[in-house]
DNA sequence: CAACAGGTAAACAAATCAGTTTACTTTTTG
DNA sequence: CAAAAAGTAAACTGATTTGTTTACCTGTTG
């Protein structure tokens, strides 16, 4: 049975794997944390040899570091359709990132944010891992940023941070709870907007 | 060099092993993590031999069990001072645990909460542990429920947890960030406060 | 066809893990 | 004092950990 697509012919299968062991060492470590995830249970899962693992991450570290990365990416992805939406405003979009992390937060599955467990892991014990993780909510907090820059409030940039910290508190507090919000956090959010507003 | 005290005698030493173990599990796992955190160099730490530690802990998640209670008493204990002054308001009272909090988070040594942390390592593994961090979380919510509930505001549970998840949000960004808040704390409580205060 | 990069499977090494057991010592207490 | 309770130190078990190595296989390409 050879190749049957001739058309799109040429895929990248170079970083197939990478990404194989990427995606399911991902999973695991959502769901089970970074310590209790063997290396020989991902290699199993992504399908591929412990070999071919260790050429492309030489430590599991290396691999945790390269799974931060993904997760930044993937949810940069998750959110660009609706930032690129230019029928809702700036503010409308920010509702609307709460309201679909309130979503996101409310499924049972939901484990909190792997960059806050992974730090909560690996802190003080790998500086690349811990760099990782301030890179992700770096990132995190420079999409309130740019959001809030372009709105008629006095500190767009404090205005990111409150809602960075409102985001986090509803992640923690979802993961260790794990039972519905019973606050209106849209309310909140819109609150917050109020108070900052000049408008 | 027999007992020199000669007043005050009869120290229970019956728990002392014990709390010795939990003290140094709990340093530990607070700075290393938990799965990070091997029981021999507890025992170590603790001065204690690993067959005691294991007579009265029969498993490594009993203990961490018995340091999450441990976390709460402790985080009680240094809340009570506090909650029992009568010359501060409730109110006075919820903006001093923030400047406290806050001052914890800015310290280097701050590793993120414990129950937190716990949640991440084994959140669908032990519901024992599980439950432990839960009750941790809702004994925070119940603390902000009591100085709520007297405060002239129309919701003094939906306030509560909105201060929660103040807190919560300001600790997981401490633990990652590992820098100081670029925002007034104390400004955003108020907001909170006013904006649910009736009178 | 032949060379080769990239892959598999599995055995292996060395360390570490939680937990057990044994033999002995200290401390408390009736 | 003497029995009993509680402790120590250390060897040990068996499973598991990360990471290495060996021998073999496969698909692509010059």
Known sequence: MRNMNNENEAVPKKAIKRLQIIQAAFKLFTENGFYATG??????????????????????????????????????RGLKDLLARNDLSNREKIVAIFEEAGNWFANKQFHGCLAVNAMGEFSGKDPDIENACRVFKTWELDVFSE????????YP????????????GMGAIAQVMKQPCPIDIKQMVNDLLDGHCVA
């Open 157 to 168: 940039n404090d205005l990111a941070f409150k809602l960075l910290v409102l985001l986090e």
């Open 147 to 154: 959001l809030t820059k372009e709105l008629p409030v006095m």
């Open 39 to 76: 290396v020989d249970l991902i290699m199993r899962q992504a399908g591929v040899s412990k070999r071919t693992m260790y050429i492309y991450f030489p430590t599991k570290n290396d691999l945790i570091v390269a799974v931060l990365e993904f997760y930044r990416i993937n949810y940069e």
